[in-house]
């Protein structure tokens, strides 16, 4: 509700954030609900006030040398303005493994304000404070004492009111459709309320494995929504796989982030300037297979745990994990005791294996002795006391304050580099707060993933699409297959000049991995093409940001 005494001489919502600080200060971030980074100067205080939200949706960048104080929410913006270019080795190393840190970037003395954090700078000094973090959940009640039809209503109305308030808009609000769940109760709920079809996008891939395009076609339908489908192919993703890296300033696992950055030029080129979409879903309710699986894990009887835990911890991690033992005897002994995805942690092995071996001799040596999950472990233990949660509720909140933020919320630059906003209902601190409460077994209990959501949401959704399994966004893992358009421009940037120039890369090693390309089994290409995908973005980044 617009405040009467107040007077706005814009139309951007931007302003609001403005006056919200002029009459409560810091405080104001309290009030603010959804995506948001932003600076303020206080004149009258002297102080500089920045924010970013509280799940990291949108990205702050800051370096502070010689008492100025430089921001942007692009690193290129601040070698522009003649921050000194380079790696920050230690960042480079944490995103390498899988584990970003939430406050550094890839690049020497350029900082990240991270995610629920307020950064406020005086003629004293900056410094960084923490206004929101997850909240620890709530001791788990006996499900009988929980009335499930009363919660799955209540989880509709948070859901149906946190989709309401991101189609508030001076421009027409789409969509970015999947057809699986998440996305489609998004559409559907959207179209619920709208006197006029939704505009809805798809990335479709000529790859049947990928293409979900049949699956959102139905949703579309139901919703009564305009349905664009965007296909894109293998030259597609090779011809754009480093315009995505330029723009998302990070490493690519998988061309997802390509077909990503594609998807949202076909947006713009629609006319939309903002779309939802369903991420987050996954980290609300529970949905990915590796939650799920340490979820079952803890609720066994005590008994039949302990001694399958006594059993686990007499296997030596080292015999049946040597990748993961040599990098982090930590996460391999985490391994052996919990009940991991045999394809996640296979994938892991096989790509730690390879990396490692493709490090020059001095970043070895730099990072002997340093586990970097441990490391990464003991310091979100210290800040929230996560070792006394469940084990799931523990990995969750390990995945949202590393990859999640700094990987799959990095998407966010590929959708601002053509200009569109992209929404997210389910990362809603209240919605995320009121489910953190709820019991595990609710969340994560048998049946089908997310099944509360399904639950709540039904109404909006085709019955296909609700009893339909997931499917994460994953583009075709191309870039090992020789002969495909990925594979030679992978070839072509390994075996450049740009990746020779790299510190932290043994180059002879690289082109020996490329000349094996041809004799590479089946079962390891998933894990070598997220290799190759992450060593091509390097090469990118040291040639297009001239590191």
Not at 95 to 118: K, N
Not at 353 to 368: A, C, K, N, T
């Amino acid at each position: 509700m617009e405040d009467p005494h107040v007077r706005f001489r814009t139309r951007s919502d931007t302003e609001i954030a403005l006056h919200l600080y002029e009459d409560l200060g810091p405080e104001c971030l309290e009030h603010l609900r959804g995506q948001f980074a932003f600076v303020i100067w206080d004149e009258d205080e002297q102080t500089l006030f920045a924010a970013r939200d509280r799940f990291g949706l949108k990205p702050l960048f800051y370096h502070e040398s010689n008492g100025v104080l430089y921001l942007a929410s692009e690193a290129k913006a601040l070698f522009a303005a003649g921050v000194p270019r380079g790696w920050d080795t230690h960042g480079v190393y944490r995103v390498l493994h899988a584990c970003p840190d939430e406050e550094r970037s890839l690049f020497a003395d350029i900082f990240q304000v991270p995610p629920g954090h307020m950064l406020v700078s005086t003629a004293g000094g900056t410094r960084l404070t923490r206004y929101w973090d997850v909240p620890p959940p709530a001791p788990d009640r006996p499900l009988r004492r929980l009335d499930l039809a009363k919660e799955t209503e209540r989880i509709h109305h948070l859901v149906r009111e946190s989709v309401l308030l991101r189609t508030k808009a001076d421009v027409p609000v789409g969509c970015l459709l999947s057809g699986g769940l998440d996305s489609s109760a998004v559409l559907g709920i959207a179209a619920s309320c709208s006197g006029r079809p939704v505009a809805a996008f798809t990335v479709g891939f000529d790859h049947a494995d990928y293409d979900e395009s049949h699956g959102a076609k139905e949703a579309a339908q139901h919703a009564n929504a305009d349905h664009t489908l965007l296909p894109i192919t293998d030259c597609a993703l090779a011809e754009h796989f480093g315009d995505a890296v330029w723009h998302g300033e990070m490493v690519q696992y998988n061309s997802h982030g390509t077909a990503r950055y594609l998807l949202s030029r076909g947006v713009r080129d629609a006319g939309y300037k903002s779309v939802m979409a369903g991420e987050g879903a996954d980290e609300v309710f529970f949905g990915y297979g590796f939650l799920r699986a340490a979820a079952r894990a803890s609720a066994r009887p005590k008994w039949n745990r302990w001694m399958d835990l006594a059993m686990r911890f007499l296997r030596s991690p080292r015999r049946r994990y040597p990748g993961l033992s040599a990098t982090s005897p930590w996460l391999a002994r985490l391994a052996s005791l919990l009940d991991l995805s045999p394809a996640l942690l296979a994938r892991a092995e096989g790509g730690l294996g390879h990396l490692r071996s493709l490090y020059s001799p001095d970043f070895i040596r730099e990072f002997e002795g340093y586990d970097v999950y441990r490391a990464y472990y003991h310091a979100c233990d210290q800040r929230a006391g996560i070792s006394k949660w469940d084990p799931a509720r523990q990995i969750n909140y390990l995945w949202l304050y590393s990859l999640f933020a700094n990987y799959h919320l990095a998407a966010d630059r590929l959708d601002m580099a053509h200009g569109v906003e992209v929404r997210m209902p389910f990362l809603d601190h209240v919605l995320f707060e009121h489910v953190q409460q709820l019991p595990l077994c609710v969340l994560a209990g048998a049946g089908p993933e997310k099944a509360l959501l399904r639950h709540a949401v039904k109404g909006y959704i085709p019955e296909s699409v609700s009893s339909r399994a997931k499917k994460p966004f994953w583009a075709p893992p191309t870039g090992a297959r020789t002969g495909n358009p990925l594979n030679e421009f992978v070839q072509d940037t390994l075996r450049g000049s740009g990746v020779s120039s790299v510190p932290f890369l043994d180059r002879g090693a690289v082109v020996r991995l490329l000349d094996a390309l041809p004799k590479l089994e089946a079962s390891q290409e998933a894990s070598v093409d997220s290799l190759l995908l992450l060593l091509s973005s390097v090469g990118v980044i040291q040639e297009r940001f001239r590191l």
